[in-house]
């Protein structure tokens, strides 16, 4: 018999016999030094490569949680609400921006949403977009802004007062020239606001008084339909977030980056997690700088039910998104035209789809009336069961894919992904359908406002 085999049943006979057999295991001093030798590598490794490719190769790896999370897209869009909080009050959104990093280009977008913006809330009332926050959470808010723009949003952040001091004095001031004198008071907000003119740099509680100022008869925002350009306070922060940009791009600040985002991340409200906060300033840190892009949200100042709102422009709004953000826009909302010549009919289409939660994001006349029978036209692919849902729920309509230029649309920019082409068979039979008859007062139904032609 082979010595081998016999030193195998020598080795298994106590076992046979019941008996325990000692397994040696390494002991925990060799594990140690196992596990301080594959760390010494690791360290090793990482010198190596810093000496080999230089200190960006860090940056490069952290990005990668950035491509590999929410900005999968190759963007990160947030929306930055700065709150004016008080012991009294739980405080209404003083300014909101949406913020969008693209990594692609390295552009930061900044679209400013004038605080007066009239949006629907949860129960169906309309109200201004600076309650949405205190009011139903920051969640509504967030998914508000985004079906109004119709790009996704990945989180938000909110910054008061405080927070904002802290962080221009954290980059040593910023830099602005002030035009002439800034001047107010409000002794029941406690604000004193006294700035004169020169350029200077700020500090962060001069800094707060420049982005607060807003008395000098533009109010928030006042809108020129001649040039198109918007003034009063958004533009003033516009300006200062282009001289903060320059501020954060000195080198002595860019290298403390990731510890001024620690300080604060310890000092705002966001649903982001700090460690992807670190990638993105990993990012920032390796471009060197960012190119700045900035924006309003269109629309036009206006009072519905005796309250003064900033009427959003919706075809418009998700043009103006994707130039200011990048974002690849969703399926838009529903355009209504009224094509039969019947006064308030395609008002009242609106008015029925928005009751059964269809956004309705544009109502007016089709080039030509006369129209007999209603249909329903979709423009991209993507937007198919969007049309469909709509002609279901206005009697079973056809639905007709629209290639090319929508003749029947004077609109132009239209950026409706599905058309309600509203014939007489629509405006006489309401039998196939249900309006509601309440609604939104500025819908239009029956007579339709100003916002929209005549024929709606």
């Avoid at 928030?220 to 003034?231: H, K, L, Q, R």
């Amino acid at each position: 018999m082979p010595v081998a085999a016999v030193l195998d049943r020598a080795e298994l006979e106590p076992a046979r016999r019941g008996r325990r057999v000692r397994v040696r295991r390494p002991s925990s001093r060799r594990r140690w030094v196992a596990a301080l030798a594959v760390g010494l590598l690791c360290a090793a490794a990482a010198f190596a490569a810093t000496l080999r490719w230089g200190p960006g190769w860090v940056a490069a790896l952290v990005e990668w949680r950035l491509r590999g999370g929410p900005a999968a897209d190759g963007q990160l869009s947030v929306v930055v609400v700065g709150l004016d909080a008080r012991a009294h009050d739980p405080g209404r959104t003083d300014t909101i921006v949406v913020a969008s990093l693209r990594l692609d280009d390295g552009q930061l977008g900044l679209l400013w949403v004038p605080r007066d913006t009239r949006v629907q809330t949860p129960n169906g009332s309309y109200n201004k977009i600076n309650v949405l926050y205190s009011a139903h959470g920051p969640d509504v808010l967030v998914q508000s802004l985004s079906s109004l723009l119709g790009v996704p949003l990945d989180g938000y952040v909110r910054v008061d007062f405080q927070a904002f001091e802290h962080l221009i004095d954290a980059v040593g001031g910023v830099e602005m020239t002030i035009p002439r004198r800034l001047h107010y008071v409000d002794h029941a907000q406690g604000l004193v606001i006294d700035l004169a003119p020169g350029r200077r740099r700020l500090t962060g509680q001069e800094a707060l008084q420049y982005v607060r100022f807003r008395a000098d008869g533009l109010g928030d925002i006042s809108y020129d339909p001649g040039t198109g350009a918007y003034f009063g306070r958004v533009q003033r922060q516009q300006e200062f977030a282009r001289a903060l940009m320059e501020a954060a791009s000195r080198p002595e600040v860019l290298t403390r980056l990731p510890q001024l985002l620690r300080q604060v991340y310890a000092m705002v409200e966001t649903d982001l997690p700090l460690d992807l906060g670190l990638a993105a300033a990993s990012y920032v840190l390796r471009r060197g700088s960012l190119e700045l892009v900035t924006g309003v949200l269109p629309g036009m100042p206006g009072t519905v039910a005796g309250a003064s709102y900033w009427l959003p422009d919706r075809g418009r709004a998700r043009v103006v998104a994707r130039q200011v953000l990048g974002a690849q826009a969703a399926p838009s909302g529903v355009a209504v035209l009224n094509a039969n010549g019947v006064t308030g009919a395609a008002a009242r289409v609106a008015v029925s789809l928005e009751a059964a939660g269809v956004p309705v994001e544009r109502v007016g006349n089709a080039r030509e009336f006369g129209r007999a029978q209603s249909q329903v036209l979709v423009v991209r692919d993507a937007a198919l069961p969007l049309a469909r849902r709509v002609a279901e729920l206005l009697g079973d309509l056809p639905v007709i894919r629209q290639d090319g230029p929508l003749a029947l649309d004077p609109a132009e920019g239209s950026e409706q992904d599905v058309i309600v082409v509203v014939g007489m068979d629509l405006a006489t039979a309401r039998g196939r359908w249900n309006p509601s008859p309440g609604g939104d007062p500025a819908a239009g139904v029956g007579t339709p406002g100003p916002a929209r032609s005549p024929g709606g």
